[in-house]
């Protein structure tokens, strides 16, 4: 059973691009969140999602930054117009019925 | 909202001891608590987890302690092994239907040979 994937590992974006990260949860999950972490920090909570549906999105900055889960394909954290502060690893985590979370390797962004 | 304070920032133990990590937690509606093992490069790893119904739970080397009055969680790692290097991470549940996970600052745990 494969874990949580996520793609790209590694993402460089300009100033102003926008980066697309992708999640796909374990098979039989129905329950993706997002986090962030910077450097020697912990996780910081952005998104939860189920299909079709943003369930808590009190973590996600309000401008710039969307998140969708659609009814086929993987999860998609959208950033717009990025700036030098979004470098950080994006963590994206799956689990079954709302229990333990499950996390992939991550996304490094690194914005120039 | 919650708060998770964590607890040594940095832990050096020579190999064959025990290690312990503690957590405070400020949300007492909070409900589960997992422990997350981060080496370098790589995503977090369930090691173990708590829910608030219970008060201590082992795995082999690894136990985790619940005190609720006290608002407190600590992971005990015994015969540590140099494997066992890694920064690590307590997490408590938070939010609507408690999904959202708020995570304490990290331990980095170096076990000596």
Known sequence: NAGVMQNPRHLVRRRGQEARLRCSPMKGHSHVYWYRQLPEEGLKFMVYLQKENIIDESGMPKERFSAEFPK????????????????????????????????????????? | ?????????????????????????????????????????????????????VGEKKDQRIAVTLNKTAKHFSLHITETQPEDSAVYFCAASSGQGAQKLVFGQGTRLTINP
Do not use: M
């Not at chain 2, 304070?5 to 957590?23: M, N, Y």
């Not at chain 2, 589960?32 to 090691?47: A, D, H, R, T």
């Open chain 1, 72 to 112: 086929e394909g993987p999860s998609i954290l959208r950033i717009q117009q990025v700036v030098r502060g979004d470098s950080a690893a994006y963590f994206c985590a799956s689990s079954p019925q709302g229990a333990e979370q499950y996390f992939g390797p991550g996304t490094r962004l690194t914005v120039t």
């Open chain 2, 1 to 53: 909202g919650e708060n998770v304070e964590q607890h040594p920032s940095t832990l050096s133990v020579q190999e064959g001891d025990s290690a312990v990590i503690k957590c405070t937690y400020s949300d007492s509606a909070s409900n589960y608590f997992p422990w997350y093992k981060q080496e370098l490069g790589k995503g977090p790893q369930l090691i173990i987890d708590i829910r608030s119904n």
